[in-house]
């Protein structure tokens, strides 16, 4: 091994969306990442987990780790692949992750009997996605990378 | 002056210079416009304009090499929404002096190409290259907002 960085995939196509830390915008991230899945070939069934994954995850950012300051922005890269697409969504890191979230999976009878019935957004993404990376963006924000693979 | 009071919004994007990624940041406005509450009708005019103001910053002021990027900045203020068109300028935009019209156009006295900025020009209500002090091409349009157009989502 040479350690030196690993050359670009030359078929790679990155799309870059920064958006207000406001709720609604993640309807902007949806609509834009679904566009570039159709582009690609996507079926429509997996088109519709992206979106539902895309929008969890931004709205994460928006609540928890920008909490709600729309001034903060939310990065999303979308990077398209030969055989996959890769969603990166990073907030500005006020509130960082809170690693046993990233882990646990819910377990219904005990959030039936909480006020809060969330919670359910990292599990929802791990169930839709192919992989799921939780990490530190390169600003210093929290960031989850989600990757969905193209089915031939 | 009675104007709604909506704070700034903004939404910025990157693509590359790649035919048929116009489609994507038509997508992504669209959304965006939807958001702030643009009529249906004036939106499909924004997707129009969009991708005719992309594809020019791809084709002529990029040079369609899709190793540049085209970047698109969206904001919303008082009465309009405002949208840049930014490419990274290998080849400067010069306006033709005396532009034909369509009627010449379809009378072959020129190419039947190179409508897009007229076509952008009837759709909507601002649109022109702006001056900017780095290098690449900026094209700047914008559509008025009607009294009251202003959603709970950019107050």
Known sequence: MSGETPPRDPVERVIELRLPSKLGYERVAMDTASSLARRMGFQPDRVESLKTAVSEAVTNAIEHGNEHD???????????????????????GRKPFDHNQTIRRPVIEEVLEQDDKGGWGIWLIRELMDEVEFSTAPSGGNQIRMVIHLEQ | MNTPACSPASLELSLPSELGYEVIARDAVAAFACRLGIPAERIEDLKTVLCEA????????????????????????????????????????????????????????????????????????????VTRS?????????FHRQPGHCSSGDR
């Open chain 2, 54 to 129: 992309c594809i020019n910053a791809m084709e002529h002021g990029n040079s369609l090499d899709p190793g540049l990027r085209v970047q698109i900045f969206c904001r919303i203020e008082a009465e309009r929404l405002v949208v840049e068109v930014l490419d990274q300028g290998v080849s400067r935009y010069t306006a033709a002096p005396t532009p034909l019209s369509i009627g010449e156009k379809v009378a072959g006295q020129g190419s039947a190409r190179g409508m897009g900025l007229l076509l952008i020009s009837q759709l909507c209500d601002e649109a022109g290259f």
């Open chain 1, 70 to 92: 729309a001034a903060m922005k939310v990065v999303v890269l979308l990077t398209a692949r030969a055989g996959e697409l890769i969603v990166d969504v990073a907030d500005q």
């Open chain 2, 134 to 142: 780095g290098p690449g091409n900026c094209f700047r349009f914008a």
